[in-house]
Every structure is written in structure tokens, then in C-alpha cells.
């Protein structure tokens, strides 16, 4: 049976992500509006893609972007855009840039862009009831009356749903231990928007050379 890989998962989003910006990145520009200093306005637009327009802004110590792909705001360095450049020239992997700018954004770093993961939970489910069968007989039946089937009163449509549903289900001394289950995974379009920012950092530096 295949193994739930949530970082593989974060690897496979990324990667087709990036194949999606590639395409309506292609006719983008980059406008600086305002370069003063650590005081910066980027106006980025992409009309090929759907998320076709956004703003980049920083000021001391913060870099807001906002627009069609959602709005942010990250704070680590004085000057956020050779943070953002430090992180894509250290040789790290997209997977570990995604966790470490993630942590950066604003008010609750992580959590502030992650989203419940319920097809992953269902997997979860689906594969702890298989691999409990022939212990419990009747298990996987059992599982998909009380939690897959539409007359089910038990709900997986949110993460305290699931939770929930999951703790009170038993069957011949059966119960799921969900200690090592990941519920959440990155919102799609803040994976999109990292996608924007170091492309918008790497035109900004090939638009004002001095700043690279």
C-alpha cells in the first residue's frame, strides 16, 4: 500500500505550481513605482495568468505583497528583499524556503497559511481501516458506514469535524491513533505567491542592478 507522504505531496504541489507560473509568468512585467532605499512599490503584472496582478511593498524590516494571489506580510530583516534573495541563492530546496518563509509571515507565521487537508485525512482513514481488516473483520465496512457514507452523521468537512468523528469512532476494540495524521498542508496560493516573489525579487534586481 502507498505510503502517505505529506512532504512528497508539498514537493508534487510545488512542482506543478511552478510548471503553472512558468506559463503565466511569461509576458509579466515588473513596474517599480517608488525605490527609495528600503522604501520600495513594485507593481507586477501578469496577463496570462488569472492571479493577474499584485503589489509588492517594503519598508524597513517587512515585505507586504497583495493583490489576486492574496495579501501577506513577512518580517524577518532590516531589508526584506535581500532576504528573500539570500534564501534563493543559499541552495535550499523549494520544500524547506516554503517552511522558512512561511514562519515569516504575519501575525501567526505558519498557521496563518495552511488549510484543513481533508482528502489526505480520508487517505488516512482509508488505509488505517485496510491495514486494520484482518484484525478487526468487518472494519473497513464499518468505516465507511459511520464515516464515508452520505447518511453518516459524522462530518469530515473541518479538521475538528474529523477529529472529532475520529475519536468517537470504535469498532471491536479498534480505535485510530492519529498521532503521527497531518491535517493541514499550505494554502495553494500562498505556495503561488512565493512563486511571485522570487520572480518579482529576481526582476526587481535586473531592473535596478545596483540593488542585486
Excluded at 38 to 43: A, F, I
Excluded at 77 to 105: H, I, L, N, P
Excluded at 113 to 141: M, S, T
Amino acid at each position: 500500500m502507498p505510503t502517505i507522504d505529506p512532504a512528497a505531496e508539498l514537493k508534487a504541489r510545488i512542482a506543478e505550481i511552478k510548471e503553472r507560473f512558468a506559463v503565466e509568468s511569461a509576458d509579466a512585467t515588473v513596474t517599480v513605482r517608488r525605490d527609495d532605499g528600503l522604501y520600495r512599490h513594485l507593481e507586477v503584472n501578469m496577463p496570462k495568468a488569472s492571479a493577474y496582478w499584485c503589489e509588492v511593498v517594503t519598508w524597513p524590516g517587512a515585505l507586504a505583497i497583495t493583490g489576486h494571489t492574496g495579501s501577506y506580510i513577512f518580517r524577518r530583516d532590516e531589508d526584506m528583499v535581500a532576504f528573500f534573495r539570500q534564501c534563493m541563492s543559499s541552495g535550499t530546496t523549494w520544500e524547506t524556503d516554503t517552511r522558512y518563509w512561511a514562519e515569516k509571515v504575519q501575525p501567526d507565521g505558519i498557521g496563518s497559511v495552511q488549510e484543513y487537508a481533508e482528502d489526505r485525512v480520508r487517505a488516512y482513514i482509508k488505509q488505517a481501516a485496510e491495514e486494520g481488516e484482518a484484525a478487526h473483520p468487518g472494519l473497513v465496512d464499518q468505516v465507511e458506514e459511520e464515516l464515508f457514507s452520505l447518511y453518516s452523521e459524522a462530518s469530515l468537512e473541518t479538521e475538528a469535524d474529523a477529529r472529532a468523528a475520529l475519536a468517537a469512532f470504535e469498532f471491536d476494540g479498534f480505535r485510530f491513533d492519529i498521532a503521527d495524521w497531518e491535517f493541514t498542508q499550505y494554502d495553494y496560493w500562498f505556495l503561488y505567491t512565493c512563486q511571485v516573489i522570487a520572480w518579482t525579487v529576481g526582476q526587481y534586481g535586473a531592473l535596478v542592478p545596483a540593488a542585486a
